[in-house]
């Protein structure tokens, strides 16, 4: 069973910056596929940033430049770095994993994290 546990989420005004991490309860996190999604209030959820256990990357082209997603495997952790919000990155943020590579759909989320930028 693999649990994912969000946090750094918050209140940050347009031009700030967020942290978010995930901590996974997995043996051989090194060995999964990671993504990030958000969902804002009546829009479906999309891929923000994605990272393989290669070390690709995909990125939304409505956050290249700006965030920045990130893992420490000794930790069992993931990030998102966002920098240089906009109110329009308003939304619940999840992260996702899967042993899988590149998956079309991640098997394990966790419960989300809301990010609210101000304008």
């Known amino acids: 069973q693999v649990q994912l546990v969000e946090s750094g989420g918050g209140l940050v005004q347009a031009g700030g910056s967020l942290r978010l991490s995930c901590a996974a309860s997995v043996r051989r996190f090194s060995m999964f596929d990671m993504g990030w999604y958000r969902q804002a209030p009546g829009h479906q959820r999309e891929l923000v940033a994605a990272?393989?256990?290669?070390?690709?990357?995909n990125y939304a082209d409505s956050v290249k430049g700006r965030f920045t997603i990130s893992r420490d495997n000794a930790k069992n952790t993931g990030y998102l770095q966002m920098n240089s919000l906009k109110p329009e990155d308003t939304a619940v943020y999840y992260c996702?994993?899967?042993?899988?590579?590149?998956?079309?759909?991640?098997?394990?989320w966790g419960q989300g994290t809301q990010v609210t930028v101000s304008s």
């Open positions: 996702a994993a899967d042993p899988r590579y590149w998956p079309d759909e991640y098997d394990y």
């Open positions: 990272l393989t256990s290669g070390a690709r990357t």
